[in-house]
């Protein structure tokens, strides 16, 4: 069923928001539906009770786990090489005027 709120000739679909966070090292989701204000004050309040990002684990190449030819660091901007999507496939983040650097490697 949706969600809507009615106001004078015009009806407002409510957005669904999902929030996920650690309270005390336990992580937690908060999901509810309503307006960005609302958004803002529950991050607020969220924040005022100690509620922290959840922390992200990325992969990172490790010279122990890549193989003894492959960079770590794009040999055009020295910048360290990020995971893509694909599975063994690395890139450089780094910006070549308006465009983002062509350099990859695969493990």
């Known amino acids: 069923m949706e969600e809507t709120t009615k106001t004078t000739n015009t009806v ?16 937690f989701e908060v999901s509810f539906r309503g307006k960005a204000e609302v958004l803002s004050a529950t991050v607020a309040k969220l924040k005022a009770a100690g509620a922290t990002s959840p922390k992200a684990s990325t992969p990172t190449v490790t010279n122990a786990s890549a193989a003894p030819d492959a960079p770590t660091h794009c040999p055009i901007h020295n910048a360290k090489l990020k995971p893509s999507r694909k599975p063994g496939t690395f890139y450089c983040p780094k910006k070549d005027g308006d465009d983002y650097c062509d350099f990859k490697h695969t493990i």
């Open 12 to 27: 407002t679909k409510l957005a669904r928001f999902v929030i996920n966070g650690e309270l005390d090292g336990f992580p």
